[in-house]
């Protein structure tokens, strides 16, 4: 009777979100007449009582509100700008330079931000006209920024992250670390993409560029210095053991703020819209997660987490099988959500599985965070997409952008397979 419940929970769920239905009141709504149904009334009360409190009180939730500070404080008062600037000094002698050094941007922009949307906005508004200028098509010059983007969730400080080893109990710092490597790997993979593009596509990208904007290595130090301290402030502390993450989320909050003022680029106006920004930021992605945490007393009350997991054992799967269904499950879920309700609805359902086949969490917790990231460049919902396409409607059409990204679609289909035959790879940094 209880597996009948829980089953039916699971199909008005998708039915609620296939109508559009906030995932946060989805979630829990499904989750409260779920058990009504199951144990009555009283006792589907009495977790929407306690449940909220028992997620909410988590002190490693605490990361995520500081590490968004830090970023709506670093975007808006431009400390991130010059990471353009800087990457071209190191990348302009490169076919393609201009391109490769919007991606390697993106990487440093991820250290303070963690954000795939803001990385693909700012580095939008920045690079794009100048990749155009210098005479890249300009459908691979907006896919370029928009693939980028999506190594703001990878690179820490990843709020996807902070959630993920909250909701999972692992140590965010190994998450973390992880992270690191494939946020690495796909900023080379992507570059490699570029440079290929620039050998046989000339018409692309150009092998020779011209009109780009050039800055001195002086300059570009000067420009970068307030996310190089940052950057050591945070990594330093938090992987060498000073700070935990959600210490090292307070110092770099405070560490943009004090820098911030020091410039003079920090007035009350700027400040208010960076702290209004990173409160309803936080309540969106807080209130999914205790939809979450509901969800998952939900499918265990019910039996549906267990009796999948049964019958994928029944149909001895193995790593691998097990792999492709989880891969085309998150591939197809990026299609139409966006990547924190795909993750916590996810979750409850994945995780008594791979707890079966010694799967490690920090490893799963990375590819996770791939995966959504690819969903955020694939059409029809792809969030990055229509961010690039706000900031660059003058240079091409939302079609010609989703065009723009197939290369790097598939240079990500690679990184997973990477990640998929090489777990280990993934723990390189990881002690």
């Given at each position: 009777?209880?597996?009948?419940?829980?089953?039916?929970?699971?199909?008005?769920?998708?039915?609620?979100?296939?109508?559009?239905?906030?995932?946060?009141?989805?979630?829990?709504?499904?989750?409260?007449?779920?058990?009504?149904?199951?144990?009555?009334?009283?006792?589907?009360?009495?977790?929407?009582?306690?449940?909220?409190?028992?997620?909410?009180?988590?002190?490693?939730?605490?990361?995520?509100?500081?590490?968004?500070?830090?970023?709506?404080?670093?975007?808006?008062?431009?400390?991130?700008?010059?990471?353009?600037?800087?990457?071209?000094?190191?990348?302009?002698?490169?076919?393609?330079?201009?391109?490769?050094?919007?991606?390697?941007?993106?990487?440093?922009?991820?250290?303070?931000?963690g954000s795939s949307v803001a990385c693909a906005a700012a580095m939008g508004k920045i690079a794009i006209p100048e990749m155009v200028r210098s005479g890249y098509k300009p459908s691979f010059a907006c896919g370029t920024i928009a693939a980028g983007g999506t190594i703001g969730a990878l690179i820490p400080p990843s709020i996807l992250m902070i959630i993920y080893g909250t909701f999972t109990q692992t140590s965010i710092t190994d998450v973390f670390l992880g992270g690191i490597v494939i946020g690495?790997?796909?900023?080379?993979?992507?570059?490699?993409?570029?440079?290929?593009?620039?050998?046989?596509?000339?018409?692309?990208?150009?092998?020779?560029?011209?009109?780009?904007?050039?800055?001195?290595?002086?300059?570009?130090?000067?420009?970068?210095?307030?996310?190089?301290?940052?950057?050591?402030?945070?990594?330093?502390?938090?992987?060498?053991?000073?700070?935990?993450?959600?210490?090292?989320?307070?110092?770099?909050?405070?560490?943009?703020?004090?820098?911030?003022?020091?410039?003079?680029?920090?007035?009350?106006?700027?400040?208010?819209?960076?702290?209004?920004?990173?409160?309803?930021?936080?309540s969106a992605l807080l209130i999914i997660g205790v939809g979450a945490s509901m969800f998952t007393v939900f499918l265990s009350l019910s039996g549906v987490a267990g009796s999948i997991g049964d019958l994928l054992g029944e149909w001895s799967l193995g790593y691998l099988g097990l792999m492709l269904i989880i891969i085309a499950v998150y591939l197809v879920l990026g299609l139409f959500m966006e990547p924190f309700g795909a993750m916590l609805i996810t979750l409850p359902i994945f995780l008594p599985v791979l707890s079966g086949m010694d799967v490690s969490l920090i490893w799963f917790g990375v590819l996770v965070v791939k995966l959504l990231e690819i969903g955020m460049i694939t059409p029809p919902v792809g969030m990055n997409i229509f961010v690039i396409r706000g900031v660059a409607a003058d240079y091409a059409s939302l079609v010609d952008i989703f065009k723009g990204v197939i290369l790097f679609l598939i240079a990500d289909l690679f990184i997973v397979a990477l990640m998929v035959f090489e777990p280990e790879f993934v723990m390189t940094l990881v002690d």
């Open positions: 009777m209880f597996l009948e419940t829980g089953i039916i929970g699971l199909g008005v769920l998708l039915a609620l979100l296939i109508f559009r239905v906030p995932v946060a009141i989805a979630l829990m709504g499904v989750s409260i007449g779920g058990i009504a149904a199951m144990m009555g009334p009283d006792l589907a009360i009495s977790m929407l009582a306690s449940k909220p409190y028992d997620f909410l009180s988590k002190w490693t939730l605490s990361a995520v509100p500081m590490f968004l500070l830090m970023g709506f404080v670093s975007y808006h008062t431009g400390l991130t700008a010059g990471l353009f600037n800087a990457a071209k000094v190191v990348f302009r002698w490169l076919p393609g330079g201009l391109a490769i050094s919007s991606i390697f941007a993106s990487s440093g922009f991820a250290a303070v931000s690495l790997v796909t900023a080379v993979t992507y570059s490699v993409v570029v440079l290929l593009v620039s050998a046989f596509r000339p018409d692309v990208v150009p092998r020779h560029e011209q009109g780009a904007l050039d800055c001195t290595v002086g300059e570009a130090i000067r420009e970068i210095w307030p996310v190089l301290v940052l950057g050591i402030l945070i990594f330093g502390g938090m992987f060498s053991g000073v700070f935990t993450a959600t210490e090292a989320g307070a110092m770099g909050a405070a560490g943009a703020i004090v820098i911030s003022l020091l410039i003079g680029r920090l007035d009350l106006g700027t400040f208010k819209t960076a702290l209004l920004e990173t409160l309803m930021t936080t």
